[in-house]
């Protein structure tokens, strides 16, 4: 059975911090990696697809490290509309399923 | 930027009842997905559709379940006799090509009473 596994959080930080969330998947053939914002009773939304050479996006870094099957998200100087799930997302199959996350929630006070 | 449509955004059926969920895809887009959210649970898998057949299915989606794309744009799923335990948000998704980020609809909040 294919997993993919995060910390549910909650992450609860100051606004202007930084805060790291990972995810381990199991199928080692999966091919493409995202994470995706969730807001609460909304749709999954895009944050940023994770290329293994790490990509950047603003205040958003994401790495992948395909060895251990991992991947990382850093939100650097933290807003408060920031808070959400953040859901790390895996292709398993080339365009045919994508295997969600359980989600980390984010809550970023004043 | 073009959205993904799905309607209604609210539904309240009996069970036993049958629903029928619709989608309307961005054009070009090449797979089509069911997903579904039980409240506070993950998002699950629940279909992929590929040049208007299935192409994958989950273990979720039984014989009570089906797709289809009837007029060749809308994509639509049926649940024939819903229970209580279908009570979820349903998010219809699209991808242009494969491994390239999926597009979601704002879902239908599927409530069986």
């Known amino acids: 059975r294919k997993e993919v596994e995060q910390d549910p959080g909650p992450f609860n930080v100051p606004e202007g911090a930084t805060v790291a969330f990972n995810c381990t998947y199991s199928n080692s053939a999966s091919q493409s990696f995202f994470w995706y914002r969730q807001d609460c009773r909304k749709e999954p939304k895009l944050l940023m697809s994770?290329?293994?050479s790490g990509n950047e996006d603003g205040r958003f870094t994401a790495q992948l490290n395909r060895a251990s099957q991992y991947i990382s998200l850093l939100i650097r100087d933290s807003k408060l509309s920031d808070s959400a799930t953040y859901l790390c997302v895996v292709n398993d199959k080339a365009g045919n399923m994508l295997t969600f996350g359980g989600g980390t929630r984010l809550m970023v006070k004043p | 930027e073009p959205e993904v449509t799905q309607t209604p955004s609210h539904q309240v059926t009996q069970m036993g009842q049958e629903v029928i969920l619709r989608c309307v895809p961005i054009?070009?887009?090449?797979?089509f997905y069911w997903y579904r959210q039980i409240l506070g649970q993950k998002v699950e898998f629940l279909v992929s559709?590929?040049?208007?057949?299935?192409?994958?299915k989950s273990e979720i989606f039984d014989d009570q379940f089906s797709v289809e794309r009837p007029d060749g744009s809308n994509f639509t799923l049926k649940i024939r006799s819903t229970k209580l335990e279908d009570s979820a948000m349903y998010f219809c998704?699209?991808?242009?090509?494969?491994?390239?980020?999926?597009?979601f609809g704002q879902g239908t909040r599927l409530t069986v009473v």
């Open positions: 994770v290329y293994s």
């Open positions: 559709f590929y040049n208007n057949e299935i192409s994958e």
């Open positions: 054009s070009n887009h090449l797979y």
């Open positions: 998704a699209e991808v242009w090509m494969a491994n390239t980020e999926a597009f």
